[in-house]
């Protein structure tokens, strides 16, 4: 079978999250009747420290719920300029909610607090457009899985806060985040008025993420998920694996991320201009070719012929995403075929 690391997406249930999954206690969650979800919606709240939580099917829409109760149409939300909010999610904050953005530049994505901080403009007046919230992602997907420093995050959450700008977390990552930087959950959560976080990457969940923020926030991002055709019924089918994850998928990430330094190691020994691997922090293998003469599309069409499938995100970069379906003995395999593909 071909070894996979597109994504941290394409885990598929085990045995056991897909026993937990059958035998879920279900209700109609449109009701607010399914046990398990309500269950996981306060677990999770409670972990971050966070009034209340709402499961919705992907991170884009919990992303997208949550901006929106901060930023109203017109008004501005400052994230970095790789950022998951202004680059994968198709313009939805723009479509859906009226929301401006403005981006800042950082290498890695890595936080610097003064970048946002220095753009940022609240109660801009009449003629200029008035910044209300700031996103930031952690870990940082096409920085690389990039950890963000707890002491920038708290240094920009204080001044943000004391200028009346709220703070939202994409956190899909926060697990990965959790385990490297040793930070706890409910740390994150004292410096944002929401937070994001996926089920279904690293933990390895089929389907979820959760919208975290007070109970205020989490009722309006109820109603909206209801109206933009997101509400769903006996959903702690997919509640129960979540708690299965939970349960048994957070400590173990240290694998993934010790299998992504592995290969960044070995790929930096043949060629330092593919990736410094100290930059290399969880789970995310993010590689320059440009120095290689292989454009990274013809890099991951080679891997793939081989048998390794990876993502071209750009002309020269290529990303691996270590995840819990992926071996020691894969990891060997796919540093040979990356070897022998670079030459
Ligand atoms: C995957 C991801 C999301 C959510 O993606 P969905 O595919 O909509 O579930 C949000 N933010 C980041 C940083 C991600 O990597």
Not at 307 to 330: E, M, N, P
Request: glycine share 10%.
């Amino acid at each position: 079978m071909a070894i996979d690391l597109r994504s941290d997406t394409v885990t598929r249930p085990s045995q056991g999250m897909r026993d937990a999954i059958a035998s879920a206690a279900v209700g109609d969650d449109v009701y607010g009747d399914d046990p398990t979800v309500n269950s996981l919606e306060e677990r999770v709240a409670a972990m971050f420290g966070m009034e209340a939580g709402l499961f919705s099917p992907t991170g884009s829409l919990a992303n997208q719920l949550l901006i929106r109760t901060l930023v109203k149409p017109g008004e501005e939300l400052l994230t970095e300029e790789r950022a998951h909010i202004v680059r994968a999610e198709l313009g939805a904050g723009a479509v859906f909610s009226g929301i401006t953005t403005r981006t800042w530049h950082s290498e890695r994505g890595l936080l610097n607090a003064d970048a946002p901080l220095a753009l940022a403009h609240e109660n801009a007046g009449p003629y200029l457009v008035s910044t209300t919230a700031i996103a930031i992602e952690n870990t940082h997907n096409f920085g690389g899985g990039t950890v963000q420093p707890i002491s920038e995050i708290a240094r920009l959450s204080t001044e943000a806060r004391q200028r009346g700008i709220s703070m939202h977390l994409d956190g899909a990552r926060i697990w990965n985040a959790h385990v490297a930087s040793g930070v706890a959950f409910n740390e994150f959560g004292k410096h944002f008025d929401t937070i994001s976080v996926c089920l279904s990457k690293g933990l390895g969940a089929p389907v979820g993420s959760i919208s975290l923020g007070s109970k205020a926030t989490i009722a309006e991002c109820r109603i909206w998920r209801k109206r933009y055709g997101g509400g769903m019924r006996q959903i702690g089918l997919l509640a129960a694996a979540g708690h299965y994850a939970l349960d048994h998928n957070i400590e173990r990430m240290t694998d993934d991320h010790a299998r992504a330094k592995k290969m960044a190691v070995a790929l930096a020994a043949h060629d330092s201009t593919l990736i410094d691997p100290t930059t290399v922090e969880t789970n995310i293998v993010g590689l320059e070719l440009s120095q290689t003469g292989i454009t990274a599309a013809d890099f991951a069409a080679r891997c793939k012929e081989k048998g390794l499938w990876i993502s071209a995100l750009g002309k020269s970069y290529a990303r691996l995403v270590t995840h819990l379906d992926f071996d020691d003995a894969q990891c060997d395999e796919a540093i040979a075929i990356m070897l022998d593909v670079l030459g």
